[in-house]
């Protein structure tokens, strides 16, 4: 029997939808086409009305899509760049806001625990897919589709609102923007808002306009090579999202080799008094770079990379640009400003003892970050300006493969200080959800908000191995914790 309680809402703008066609900057072609995927976690009385918690959330959504009405729209060809995407709104356009209610025992399909056993397994992400985002998650990104989707998941206790956004008009940077008002219009609607300049050509005219002046992005970074195998490429419409995270590998006769199962998630927490340990140990210029310097140097260790004969190895980070720009671009503006920054080590001195390999590793990062300038940043929008339409850079190895990791760093969100009224209060903790990552020579790490007391979560996504030897680390242990696997056991 299926369950009466759950509903699909349609969010419009009050004042109606002009249809548009919004061009996109150089960078946002070439970011990654996939969602970005939100999930917060609040805990509420029972006795609150679950209806009137979704009216009020897609009431004040519907505020944000008013000043934001792109979030409406899908992704298109550019017609005078068709191997450019831009996104076309229309009158008819919608956010998609579905209601599941996870309480009612007239579901037929799999529920959600309590919220209460959500928090003892650490708020989990993992097998969150299926049955607490919305479908879109099921295909890939790819010409006609959606921008933005939400599901309201209500279990007794709590509730966890995902969020699925379009990659190709917003990074990490807008998220900060986008939960800010939506939890402020939540606790109280302001007067009828009117449609923002929320794409001003003038800063997307910025994004896409660069200069090599003889120069050439990092080689570490990107090369020129076909579109096809670029992040500019966009996919087929109505691709299954099955092989997302799952790059096909060749052999040397062109068979695909298939990766062996082995990659999982731990979440770790480091509280503030440790954190302020090992900047010290690390002679860190920031938390930051000492927190990554740890993790790259455990990862390498426990990978035994120099035994495997990768005497190189590399680190990636995304920033972003918005306040590194003369001028700087406003955190209101809707689009992609980050920029991925690599830095390489040896794997022998990598794998040190972790005292040893602190701080020379914490400044290689921070060196890193130091010497990208705004003239790299338009060498590479200039570059890829140039290129015919059959080629595009591409990164020489993938960003989240050895013998590469990927550092991201979501601390300064501030999630968990925007208060959404009496109902809902503030988010306990954020999440990205994502299915199980049936491959190996992962090498994910990713720092959450910052919690209220100040403390950090670090997500590791890592060979099964790796995260198993982590939990047996003393030198590791001696500044974090083993919070969570991240997994949902239903």
């Known amino acids: 029997m299926a369950n009466t309680n759950d509903s699909d809402e349609q969010v419009k703008p009050l004042h109606g939808i002009v249809p548009k066609l919004y061009t996109l900057s150089t960078i946002d072609q070439y970011v990654p086409k996939r969602w970005i995927t939100r999930m ?9 009305s679950k209806q009137e918690i979704f009216s009020s959330l897609k009431t004040s959504l519907s505020y944000i899509v008013t000043m934001y009405p792109q979030l409406t729209g899908k992704m298109c060809r550019q017609p005078d760049k068709p191997h450019w995407v831009a996104v076309q709104t229309e009158e008819d356009g919608f956010v998609r806001f ?8 007239s579901v037929d399909e799999p529920r959600l625990p309590p919220y209460t056993r959500l928090k003892e397994l650490g708020f989990p992400m993992q097998g969150l897919v299926t049955i607490a985002c919305p479908d879109i998650m099921h295909l890939e990104v790819a010409e006609g589709s959606p921008i933005f989707a939400v599901q309201a998941n209500f279990v007794h206790g709590g509730l966890l609102l995902t969020t699925v956004l379009n990659h190709i008009l917003v990074d990490g940077g807008w998220w900060t923007e986008l939960f800010k008002l939506w939890s402020s219009f939540c606790k109280e609607l302001p007067a009828a808002p009117t449609q923002l300049d929320e794409h001003p050509m003038d800063i997307v005219e910025r994004l896409s306009t660069g200069e090599t002046k003889g120069k050439s992005p990092d080689v570490r970074n990107w090369v020129v090579g076909e579109a096809a195998k670029s992040t500019f490429f966009v996919p087929k419409v109505g691709t299954p999202a099955s092989s997302i995270i799952h790059p096909k590998k060749l052999s040397s006769n062109g068979d695909e080799v298939k990766a062996p199962v082995g990659s999982s998630l731990r979440i770790w927490t480091i509280t503030a008094a440790k954190q302020k340990e090992l900047k010290e140990a690390a002679k860190a210029w920031s938390t930051m770079d000492a927190i990554f310097a740890c993790l790259w140097n455990r990862n390498a260790v426990h990978k035994n990379l120099n035994g495997r004969g990768l005497e190189t190895v590399y680190a990636r980070m995304p920033i972003d640009m918005r306040s590194r720009l003369t001028p700087p671009v406003d955190s209101s503006y809707m689009g992609n400003t980050v920029a991925m920054l690599v830095t390489e080590a040896r794997t022998a001195k990598l794998q040190g003892s972790l005292s040893d390999s602190l701080p020379s590793t914490a400044q290689k990062l921070r060196d890193a970050i130091k010497a990208y300038t705004q003239e790299d940043f338009a060498v590479f929008i200039g570059t890829a ?3 015919p339409v059959d080629k595009a850079l591409v990164q020489p190895f993938p960003s989240i493969f050895d ?8 601390s300064k969100m501030g ?10 209060g503030k988010v306990e903790r954020l999440r990205d959800p994502m299915d199980d990552v049936p491959v190996r020579n992962l090498s994910v790490c990713q720092v959450m908000p910052r919690l209220s007391n100040d403390n950090l979560e670090i997500i590791t996504l890592f060979d099964h191995e790796v995260n198993d030897a982590l939990q047996h680390d003393e030198e590791f242990l001696h500044y974090f914790q083993h919070f969570s696997d991240a997994q949902l056991w239903i």
Do not use: A, Q, R
Request: proline letters at 5%; hydrophobic letters at 35%.
């Open 98 to 105: 579905t209601l599941k209610d996870h309480t009612s025992p």
């Open 403 to 410: 013998p590469c990791i990927l550092l991201n760093d979501h």
């Open 40 to 48: 917060m976690y609040f805990e509420i009385s029972d006795d609150v």
């Open 415 to 424: 999630i968990h200080t925007f208060d959404w009224g009496e109902k809902l």
């Open 385 to 387: 300006n140039s290129l």
